[in-house]
């Protein structure tokens, strides 16, 4: 499957290595998130961009969104994020996404898939390209790929969903298990 929407970022080593000062405290966790660039690099080049709010700033919680299951997740991340990128609230941002398809696993329990879904995924996992891409001005930009109704969804199911939804670690695709 080619990404409607193929997110074409770059990785910004500076960003990296920024975020990786945040959250890995041992050689061997550093070491191993070295070893996870190459698979990040290619998330931001060719994955799915997707729309994403904040949707608290202090602590940090993003929702994002997949249109493919018509549903949103929480991502937790260190709130040295927040005052970085002066987020608040509301906040519009994108991630690019990749997709677990039908057959490979058990569907996520912490998405509830909507109406709207494709039915040809069990699990999203999305990768805010702020936090990594390079060309702020470029990703900001990738707002405007969303309509004025797709974010109004975003919101609805964020706000629907909050309540009683579970939040990821929103760095959990390159940390070692």
Known sequence: MSA??????????????????LICTEFSQRFHYDM?????????????T??????????????AYSDELDAVLFLE???????????????RL????????????????????GEKRSGQFIDFTPVVQLFYGAND????AKTELFTEETWQRVAKLTEARAPSAP?????CYMKSK
């Open 94 to 113: 994108t991630t690019a996404c990749t997709y677990t398809p039908f057959g490979y696993g058990d569907p996520a329990t912490d998405i509830d898939p």
């Open 36 to 48: 996870m660039m190459s698979s990040l690099a290619e998330i931001l080049k060719f994955g799915d």
């Open 137 to 140: 001005k470029k990703i900001k």
């Open 50 to 63: 997707q729309p994403a709010i904040v949707y608290s700033a202090k602590p940090l919680v993003v929702s």
């Open 167 to 171: 939040k990821r670690d929103g760095f």
């Open 77 to 91: 991340f260190p709130d040295e994020l927040t005052d970085k990128y002066e987020l608040s609230r509301g906040d």
């Open 4 to 21: 409607e929407n193929q997110s074409k970022l770059r990785v910004s080593y500076r960003k990296f290595y920024g975020v990786r000062k």
